[in-house]
């Protein structure tokens, strides 16, 4: 049996060491290099975005950014202003909350503004095109309402008309007889600023139908 003398352990201990220093170095070269390319994947997800798309709907969802961005303006819409109550409201990460407003910020749908000097502290405002988004929270509440989706027994929300107190409903309402129209007489045309893509998405307006066993609901 080869025995080492106490020099050839030593070397034989620190080669061991570099060995060992190698691999750590490399899995944590190896983790840094993975975790800029989720972060590169990321960026080039949210860079891509709806660019080139005709689209009115997409270009509202790309200036809210994601449902975390729809959260913060909903929080907007009931009042909320300041960072911490967003924080309260939502749960959302200080991360995520910071890039968020920074989105929508720079989409024009709010704007910050200082309210103490010493320390610095800031509240976040709707501007008039972000009021503009507002119609969309009692869409989506009545929605999520109809389907049952908010996790409660019964809506989470009401909305009524301020001056006389009475429930609003989503609905939509034919500009020459003032009648609602349901839904399943709901039709889409191209509009003026259509293009080839957007023509050719509503040629197969044709085979849009409701399922067999659904109805129309009362609001719709």
Known sequence: MLSLDRPGRLIGQALRRQCLSAAETSASSYESIASKAVDVGRSEMRSKGFDGMVCSIAGVMAAIGDRWGLVILRDMVCGLRRYEDFRKSSG???ATLSDRLKHLEANGLIERRRYQANPE???????????????????????????????????PMTFVNRKTGAEVRLSFIDQETGDVVSTANLEINPGPGADDLVRWRLSHARHRGRPSNETPSKES
């Open 92 to 94: 959302v990460t200080n």
């Open 121 to 155: 502290r800031f509240e976040y405002l709707l501007t008039q095109k972000g009021w503009q988004m507002a119609p969309m929270m009692p869409v989506l509440a009545q929605i999520g309402d109809r389907l049952g989706v908010s996790g409660a027994g019964a809506p």
